[in-house]
């Protein structure tokens, strides 16, 4: 059973873009989420998508969306990109939302 | 406000002893927690979980115990191996209610020759 696959894993862009980040979950699983990793801030949540509908969003500005498809996939953008938006970006499935989430090797952003 | 509590960023232990991480939580509506383990440019990997009903769940080398009064939770890894050396997240949710889970900070664990 292939994992969740993100893509793609690394991205360099400049202040200002904006980019798109893409994730596909286990096959099966229906919840998407999204985690912010910066060194010692841990991950944050982003949001987190079930059956294309977004059910929950953590505390970021407005320039990080997302959305789902009908086949789960998910993608995050973020706009007007800012230097401290420079992380590693994980996206997690779920099979029952809320319990065991099995995350993707990541998307590590750079913004220069 | 910080949810999830991981009050130690980093651990030491020498191989063969026990590691005991720990984790605070502040959400009485928390049920449900989780431990997962991440090496560095990987995503993390769900080592257990636990939910309210129990004390304790273990699995194999992982044992992992919740007092709810004190919401804490503790992971303990018996014996500790080279290999455990990563970082540990500490992650809690509640399922009924809500679908996100919630992180700690992490902590890294070094295990010692």
């Known amino acids: 059973k292939a994992g969740v696959t993100q893509t793609p894993r690394y991205l360099i862009k400049t202040r200002g873009q904006q980019v798109t980040l893409s994730c596909s979950p286990i096959?099966?699983?229906?919840?998407v989420s999204w985690y912010q990793q910066t060194p010692g801030q841990g991950l944050q949540f982003l949001f987190e998508y079930f059956s294309e509908t977004q059910r929950n969003k953590g505390n970021f500005p407005g320039r990080f969306s997302g959305r789902q498809f009908s086949n789960s996939r998910s993608e995050m953008n973020v706009s007007t990109l800012e230097l401290g938006d420079s992380a590693l970006y994980l996206c997690?499935?779920?099979?029952?939302?809320?319990?065991?989430?099995?995350f993707g090797q990541g998307t590590r952003l750079t913004v220069v | 406000d910080q949810q999830v509590k991981q009050n130690s960023p980093s651990l030491s232990v020498q191989e063969g002893r026990i590691s005991i991480l720990n984790c605070d939580y502040t959400n009485s509506m928390f049920d449900y927690f989780l431990w997962y383990k991440k090496y560095p440019a990987e995503g993390p990997t769900f080592l257990i979980s636990i939910s309210s009903i129990k004390d304790k769940n273990e699995d194999g080398r992982f044992t992992v115990f919740l007092n709810k009064s004190a919401k804490h939770l503790s992971l303990h890894i018996v014996p500790s191996q080279p290999g455990d050396s990563a970082v540990y997240f500490c992650?809690?949710?509640?399922?009924?209610?809500?679908?996100?889970?919630?992180f700690g900070k992490g902590t890294r664990l070094h295990i010692l020759p």
């Open positions: 992650a809690a949710s509640s399922p009924t209610r809500d679908d996100k889970i919630i």
């Open positions: 997690a499935s779920s099979g029952v939302p809320g319990t065991e989430a099995f």
């Open positions: 096959s099966g699983h229906r919840s």
